[in-house]
């Protein structure tokens, strides 16, 4: 009776709605939390002409685990996780609620897998920096899946097809990382020049956008083998495999657009994506 009531339960919860999109976003630096620049436009102007979520699952680079976890408390905190940055941007709170019932389902739709429900983590930076300017009024539910590090991006994008089916149930799917990201190489000294990257950086990004719009996804999965310029823009993976959760999401017919598409700091991207 306990497993009907449950089932029964969910099923209310969850009831069916027109299919959500789902976004990449590159978060960049913190500092675009609290800042009115290009990027932040990008960000907002992506979810104007799509219906209210039930929930936001958020798939952030700064939650990088041994296994796999869900957020599963009833008020996620907001963690500012970085430092050297200004005192205003450690006050920033970002109060959305959790939704304990999107988590366990998450669990469900990903078994064999095992997922831990989680109740101390909360809203990473690469989570709320961005959501703040989709829904400033923290109105709509988030949840965060993390990043297993022990499994390949093959895993990641096949784990993704999983969650496919919460887009028909009102939740808006989010990746944040940035697909190039190379902090030990950035040139703090041009970091406000607009679309500046070092000549790798440059071949990076014409390469990934061009298997992104012919649909290769196969090749961005085995990113290791598209040469130099990709090992220099993916020096670790944590900022890449939200994209590759974003390309695992997409289904037969639907169209991928790109935003954003900016360099920043000789070694850094902005590039955003939205499928629908």
């Not at 963690?79 to 609620?97: M, N, R, S, T, W």
């Not at 799917?173 to 190489?185: A, E, K, P, T, Y």
Request: hydrophobic letters at 40%.
């Amino acid at each position: 009776m306990k497993n009907l009531n449950y089932l029964d339960s969910l099923s209310q919860h969850f009831s069916n709605t027109e299919k959500m999109p789902v976004l990449f976003l590159g978060h960049g630096s913190p500092m675009n939390a609290i800042e009115n620049n290009q990027f932040v436009e990008g960000f907002r102007n992506s979810v104007k002409n799509i219906p209210k979520p039930t929930s936001i699952l958020c798939i952030s680079a700064h939650w990088y685990t041994n296994g796999t976890k869900v957020t599963a408390m009833e008020m996620p905190r907001t963690i500012h996780d970085f430092g050297g940055f200004p005192k205003e941007l450690f006050e920033v709170q970002y109060p959305a609620k959790g939704n304990p019932l999107l988590a366990v389902e998450t669990k469900e739709l990903l078994i064999p897998e095992l997922v831990e429900l989680d109740e101390k983590w909360g809203l990473d930076h690469g989570a709320w920096s961005v959501i703040k300017h989709l829904y400033p009024n923290a109105d709509i539910p988030v949840i965060q899946l993390s990043i297993d590090y022990t499994k390949s991006a093959q895993y990641h994008f096949e784990l993704a097809h999983k969650l496919n089916s919460l887009r028909k149930k009102g939740v808006l799917i989010i990746g944040s990382g940035n697909i190039i990201h190379n902090l030990g190489m950035v040139d703090f000294k041009n970091f406000d020049k607009d679309n500046y990257g070092f000549e790798w950086a440059i071949e990076a990004k014409e390469i990934v956008n061009n298997l992104i719009v012919k649909g290769d996804y196969q090749s961005l999965i085995n990113y290791n083998r598209l040469g130099k310029a990709l090992q220099l823009a993916i020096p670790t993976p944590d900022h890449y495999l939200p994209l590759i959760y974003a390309l695992g999401l997409q289904e037969k017919g639907e169209n991928i657009s790109l935003f954003n598409d900016k360099l920043v700091a000789g070694s850094l991207s902005m590039t955003s994506l939205k499928i629908s």
